[in-house]
């Protein structure tokens, strides 16, 4: 069942990723070869394409592959890398809740609103709810990263006593 | 005022950023912090930017252009043009090298990434250089520096990314970087010359003929049919560059899978994964740094700045030297994209204050931050390289000081000899 999750999110991911695909090319073929432009096609795949930034953003932390600087750290003890660790993730935990809180925010302004966008007239609110849901994702990844690294920590530091 | 905000905005990110906040988290985080503790905007607007700094069609060509370029190294397009570049410079002296810079050279026409650049061909060349007896530690260097050049030649994320933010013509950015990409790649030919004339290592083996050399344009035609689609297209007002991106990732797909028949689902499915995992990695933090240059621009920072260095220095060369001092330093510990979207937005109005073209302004960033791709302690090619060779990253680092000297040196020609950037833009547009 887990594994059928993870494995969920990435065929979104992939799946979102080959609609924006083929969205950008059929408004170049329509174009090109029928004389016609699209307009919808380029808002939905602005849409899909903020959609795949934020949801991404929450998949890379799963994946840990975020950028950060390294040289710095690695040059700690273990132990004191261990803390800093810690002092690190909390920051970044404390920044997604507070994105997908003012994210949040935002979207339901938006939604009250019932702001249209201008070519589909979709309620701009489904497009911006990607900054919150992205970052409320993000926030969960780091929770779990979190734990384990604390657990990490204490089965570590239980094995020296026990030596 | 503006001191104070400089001072905290700047202190907190290279506080967060040193304990190994992500990049993009950590201008985030200041942004906000800052924000809260020095003027009354509503914290909304950092959402607000996370937003709206990505709803943009441009942008688009990020993820396509990485995907393209994976989708192309997936497909077998490495190995061919391997051996189109062998069949033209493979002879010289020291002709492996020379098959290397030349391939990186033609691969950055194809991908718009230089990782993907340095393990593309740095799989193939690395260990053939070695079978010849090449310093394992130059070989691995010589492709990490050639590698840089994949955001440099067209097509690039990194002028893509610059073009969204500064409002230059992508277009006219990607011609702008063909004839600096050329210069850089000609210099690290010549560097490989040398290293190879003094260590004496083979020439290849077979004189090139014509035979050998029409048989691997064939073989690679198809590939090399990418620049012409990306730039012809564009130029040709037949679509936008993230269109052309778009282009490039159905005709990679197309020739990957049928023409040379190297795609399976599998590996399409990889490379789907790994652009949304990188763009997922990257992209995002366009939208907060957008927040925090916005954000700089109402606390009147960039004012702030550019009055501070003209109290310093009234003279716009040593104001460029000094940029370019930056952007090397910076580019030492963070990644070309996360540097040029923090440092950019403060330091385009300082440069174009002393008359500089945002144009190529464009191309001295890339090329400066480019560079930090193979300075340590953060190079990301030097990681690459030495993952995809097994050469210690200290032994590489050994060897790669000299690639750094003589790419600075093109840097500082690149950017006091404006033309070199703009003049092929001018010839082609205007």
């Known amino acids: 069942m887990k594994s059928f999750f993870d494995r969920f999110e990435e065929y979104v991911l992939v799946g979102g990723l080959a609609v924006l695909v083929f969205l950008v090319f059929l408004q170049v073929v329509m174009r090109y070869f029928f004389q016609t432009s699209l307009t919808w096609s380029e808002e939905i795949a602005r849409f899909l394409f903020l959609w795949l930034v934020w949801l991404g953003a929450a998949y890379a932390a799963k994946r840990q592959a975020h950028l950060k600087i390294e040289a710095f750290i690695q040059k700690l003890s273990s132990k004191s890398r261990k803390n800093i660790d810690i002092l690190a993730l909390l920051i970044w935990i404390a920044f997604s809740a507070f994105l997908a809180w003012k994210g949040g925010e935002l979207t339901m302004i938006l939604f009250r609103r019932n702001q249209l966008s201008p070519v589909l007239e979709i309620r701009m609110a489904w497009a911006y709810a990607a900054v919150p849901v992205g970052a409320g994702l993000m926030f969960l990844r780091l929770l779990v990263q979190l734990r384990r690294t604390l657990r990490e920590k204490t089965s570590r530091a239980s094995a020296e006593v026990s030596k | ?186 210099a690290m030919m010549a560097v490989a010359y040398i290293v190879s004339k003094k260590n004496d290592y083979p020439k290849g083996e077979t004189y090139p003929s014509m035979k050998d050399f029409i048989a691997s344009l064939k073989d690679s035609f198809a590939a090399i049919m990418v620049p012409v689609i990306i730039l012809g297209g564009i130029y040709g007002g037949i679509f936008t560059p993230t269109e052309a991106a778009g282009v490039a990732v159905v005709y990679s797909l197309f020739v990957g899978w049928f023409v040379y028949k190297e795609l399976s689902g599998e590996k399409l499915f990889s490379a789907f994964l790994e652009t949304v995992l990188v763009n997922g990695a990257v992209t995002f933090m366009i939208g907060l740094s957008m927040a925090f240059a916005r954000f700089l621009t109402i606390a009147g920072v960039p004012r702030f700045i550019t009055t501070s260095i003209l109290e310093f220095t009234q003279n716009g060369a040593i104001t460029l030297l000094l940029v370019n001092i930056i952007f090397l330093a910076v580019g030492c510990f963070i990644d070309n994209l996360s540097a040029a979207i923090i440092l950019v937005p403060i330091l385009l109005p300082v440069v174009t204050s002393f008359g500089v073209d ?60 404006p033309v070199l950037s703009t003049g092929l833009v001018h010839f082609v547009y205007r």
């Open chain 2, 358 to 417: 945002p144009l190529h302004f464009g191309v001295i960033s890339t090329v400066a931050l480019a560079i930090g791709f193979i300075t340590p302690p953060y190079g990301p090619n030097l990681f690459v390289a030495s993952s995809i060779s097994g050469v210690s990253i200290e032994k590489i680092t050994r060897k790669v000081w000299f690639f750094c000297v003589v790419l600075i040196g093109v840097l500082l020609l690149i950017t006091y000899i």
């Open chain 2, 1 to 186: 005022m503006s001191g104070m905000v400089v001072l905290l905005v700047f202190g907190l990110i290279a506080f967060t950023m040193t304990i190994g906040v992500p990049i993009g988290i950590a201008v985030g985080v200041s942004t906000a912090v800052t924000m809260y503790l020095t003027s009354n905007t509503p914290l909304v607007f950092i959402s607000q930017n996370a937003f709206t700094a990505l709803d943009s069609f441009p942008l688009l060509a990020v993820p396509l252009f990485i995907l393209s370029g994976n989708l192309m190294s997936y497909g077998g397009i490495s190995r061919r043009l391997v051996r189109l570049a062998d069949s033209m410079v493979g002879f010289v002296t020291g002709g492996l090298a020379m098959v290397t810079v030349m391939a990186c050279m033609f691969f950055s026409a194809i991908s718009g990434s230089s990782v993907a650049t340095v393990s593309g061909i740095g799989s193939f060349m690395i260990p053939e250089m070695r079978k010849k007896k090449y310093d394992a530690g130059f070989a691995a260097a010589l492709t990490a520096a050639a590698g840089s050049l994949g955001v440099i030649i067209p097509p690039s994320i990194s002028f893509v990314v610059y073009g969204v933010m500064t409002g230059v013509s992508i277009g006219e950015l990607f011609i702008a970087g063909i004839i600096p990409g050329l210069l850089l790649g000609f």
